[in-house]
C-alpha cells in the first residue's frame, strides 16, 4: 500500500541544522520529493531525489535516502527564522501512477 | 509571472450552492493535476489531465466533481451541491510530460462551505 509518515513537529534554534525525517512503504516509489508550505500558501518544491540515488546536496539543503529502510530525511544547514513552515514528504511513481503521494506534514519552528 | 496561477484565491459559499476554480499552469506544461488539501494534512490527489484528456481520477472525486481541460491549456473544477466537507484548499499542479515527476503547484484556492 502507500503511505507516507511523518513526525509532525520540530523546534530548532536559529543557526542550528534541522533534520526531518519520514518513511515510506511503497518500494516502487520512483522519486522522493520535499516540499515547502508557507502559511495560506502553496506548495514549493525544494528538492527531490531519485530512488537510486542515497544522497543529493543543494546550497543548505541534504536529502539522505536510505531504500532498504525506506527512510528519507532532509537536513537544513544553518537554520533560519524564514525556515519555519510546514515540510512535506512526498513519493511519486509508486504502482507506475503520475499522482503526488503526500506525507501529513512536518511543522518546523525555529526559534532566536 | 510564469508560475501556475489559481483563482480565486478564496471562495465562501453557502451549502448546496455549486462552484467552479480555475487553474492556469505553466505555459508549456502539458500535464495538469489537481490535489485537494485539508486542514493539518498533506494534500491528496484528485484527477490530472494529458493535453485535454482526463486519463486519471482518485475515489475522492465524487459524482459532485468534475473537472475539464478544454483545449489543454486552462482547467476548471467545479463543484455542485457543496457540503461542508468540501471545505478544503484546492490545489493545481503542473508539469510536462517527459518529466511528470516534476509538479509545481500553484497557490491554491480555498473553499469554506458554510
Known amino acids: 500500500g502507500e503511505d507516507v509518515e511523518q513526525s509532525l513537529f520540530l523546534s530548532v534554534r536559529e543557526g542550528d541544522s534541522s533534520v526531518i525525517n519520514c518513511t515510506y512503504t511503497?518500494?516502487?516509489?520512483?522519486?522522493l520529493y520535499w516540499y515547502k508550505q508557507e502559511p495560506g500558501a502553496g506548495l514549493q518544491l525544494l528538492t527531490y531525489?531519485?530512488?537510486?540515488?542515497d544522497m543529493k546536496q543543494d546550497q543548505r539543503l541534504t536529502v539522505l535516502l536510505n531504500k532498504k529502510d525506506k527512510h528519507l530525511s532532509l537536513r537544513i544547514a544553518d537554520t533560519q527564522t524564514g525556515d519555519s513552515a510546514i515540510y512535506f514528504c512526498?513519493?511519486?511513481?509508486?504502482?507506475?501512477?503520475?499522482?503526488?503521494?503526500f506525507g501529513a506534514g512536518t511543522r518546523l519552528a525555529v526559534h532566536p | 509571472d510564469t508560475g501556475v496561477s489559481q483563482n480565486p484565491r478564496h471562495k465562501i459559499t453557502k451549502r448546496g450552492q455549486n462552484v467552479t476554480f480555475r487553474c492556469d499552469p505553466i505555459?508549456?506544461?502539458?500535464?495538469l493535476y489537481w490535489y485537494r488539501q485539508t486542514l493539518g494534512q498533506g494534500p491528496e490527489f484528485l484527477t490530472y489531465?494529458?493535453?485535454?484528456?482526463?486519463?486519471?481520477k482518485s475515489r475522492l472525486l465524487s459524482d459532485r466533481f468534475s473537472a475539464e481541460r478544454p483545449k489543454g491549456s486552462f482547467s476548471t473544477l467545479e463543484i455542485q451541491r457543496t457540503e461542508q466537507g468540501d471545505s478544503a484548499m484546492y490545489l493545481c499542479?503542473?508539469?510536462?510530460?517527459?518529466?511528470?515527476?516534476?509538479?509545481?503547484f500553484g497557490p491554491g484556492t480555498r473553499l469554506t462551505v458554510t
Open positions: 499542479a503542473s508539469s510536462l510530460i517527459s518529466a511528470g515527476y516534476e509538479q509545481y
Open positions: 505555459s508549456e506544461h502539458n500535464r
Open positions: 489531465f494529458q493535453n485535454e484528456a482526463q486519463l486519471e
Open positions: 531525489i531519485f530512488s537510486n540515488m
Open positions: 511503497d518500494s516502487s516509489s520512483t522519486y
Open positions: 512526498a513519493e511519486w511513481g509508486s504502482g507506475g501512477y503520475n499522482k503526488l503521494i
